[in-house]
């Protein structure tokens, strides 16, 4: 896997397919130390009024998905590229340069500040944008699909025909795994997701040292 240097930091790729449990892995490997950026969160913020990516969306898809106050309504807009290939693609087209020149500015700041250590970015399209070819190692999250149906319909009360739509207008995780250096599985428990989480960290942490040393 190709690699990017900007500093000494390890560079970490998370990904998963939709309610596969790579939201609360991140969480975990924050908590073990690792600097994390959430590529939702990003988004988020880059969908907000008055940015570049808020004015190029609106003028492809319409004011019909906007809120009142002119913010995105993502879940309005969700519907639309959920249900059609050629327009999902249209939003990945406007929005992912955006996103990863936003990555690599915060990963930029946090190697001005830290150096070292690991930064792990949390993105569900890294494979599908080839964002992977990026990062110095790649975690493939996967869990069980009727535990990502149960998932789907419990936390985004969608209903179990609208989560298998979820499900398939995404990269099959069997391709995804294929370029994996780690996988965590978070069909068991909590503490089976978080004992994977804790040997991938101690991996990574050799493979930071290693980098440290020959960097």
Avoid: W
């Amino acid at each position: 896997m190709p690699v990017c240097y900007y500093g000494v930091m390890l560079h970490v790729g998370l990904t998963g397919n939709i309610a596969s449990g790579k939201s609360h892995a991140a969480q975990l490997f924050a908590e073990l130390g690792a600097h994390i950026i959430d590529v939702d969160v990003v988004v988020h913020e880059l969908l907000a009024s008055n940015t570049k990516t808020h004015e190029k969306i609106v003028n492809a898809f319409g004011e019909q998905i906007l809120r009142p106050d002119r913010s995105i309504d993502r879940r309005e807009l969700g519907k639309i590229v959920f249900s059609d290939t050629n327009k999902r693609s249209l939003l990945n087209n406007l929005t992912h340069p955006d996103v990863a020149a936003e990555i690599l500015r915060r990963i930029f700041a946090l190697e001005q500040v830290y150096r070292t250590g690991i930064v792990i970015v949390d993105a569900a399209l890294i494979i599908e944008t080839g964002g992977h070819k990026m990062y110095d190692r790649l975690i493939v999250v996967t869990c069980d699909p009727l535990l990502q149906i149960s998932r789907l319909t419990t936390r985004d009360h969608l209903t179990a025909e609208e989560a298998r739509a979820r499900m398939e207008s995404q990269m099959a995780i069997e391709e995804k795994l294929k370029l994996a250096d780690f996988t965590i599985d978070t069909s068991g428990t909590l503490k089976q997701t978080q004992e994977q989480v804790e040997a991938i960290y101690r991996d990574l942490l050799a493979q930071e040292l290693r980098k440290k040393q020959h960097g």
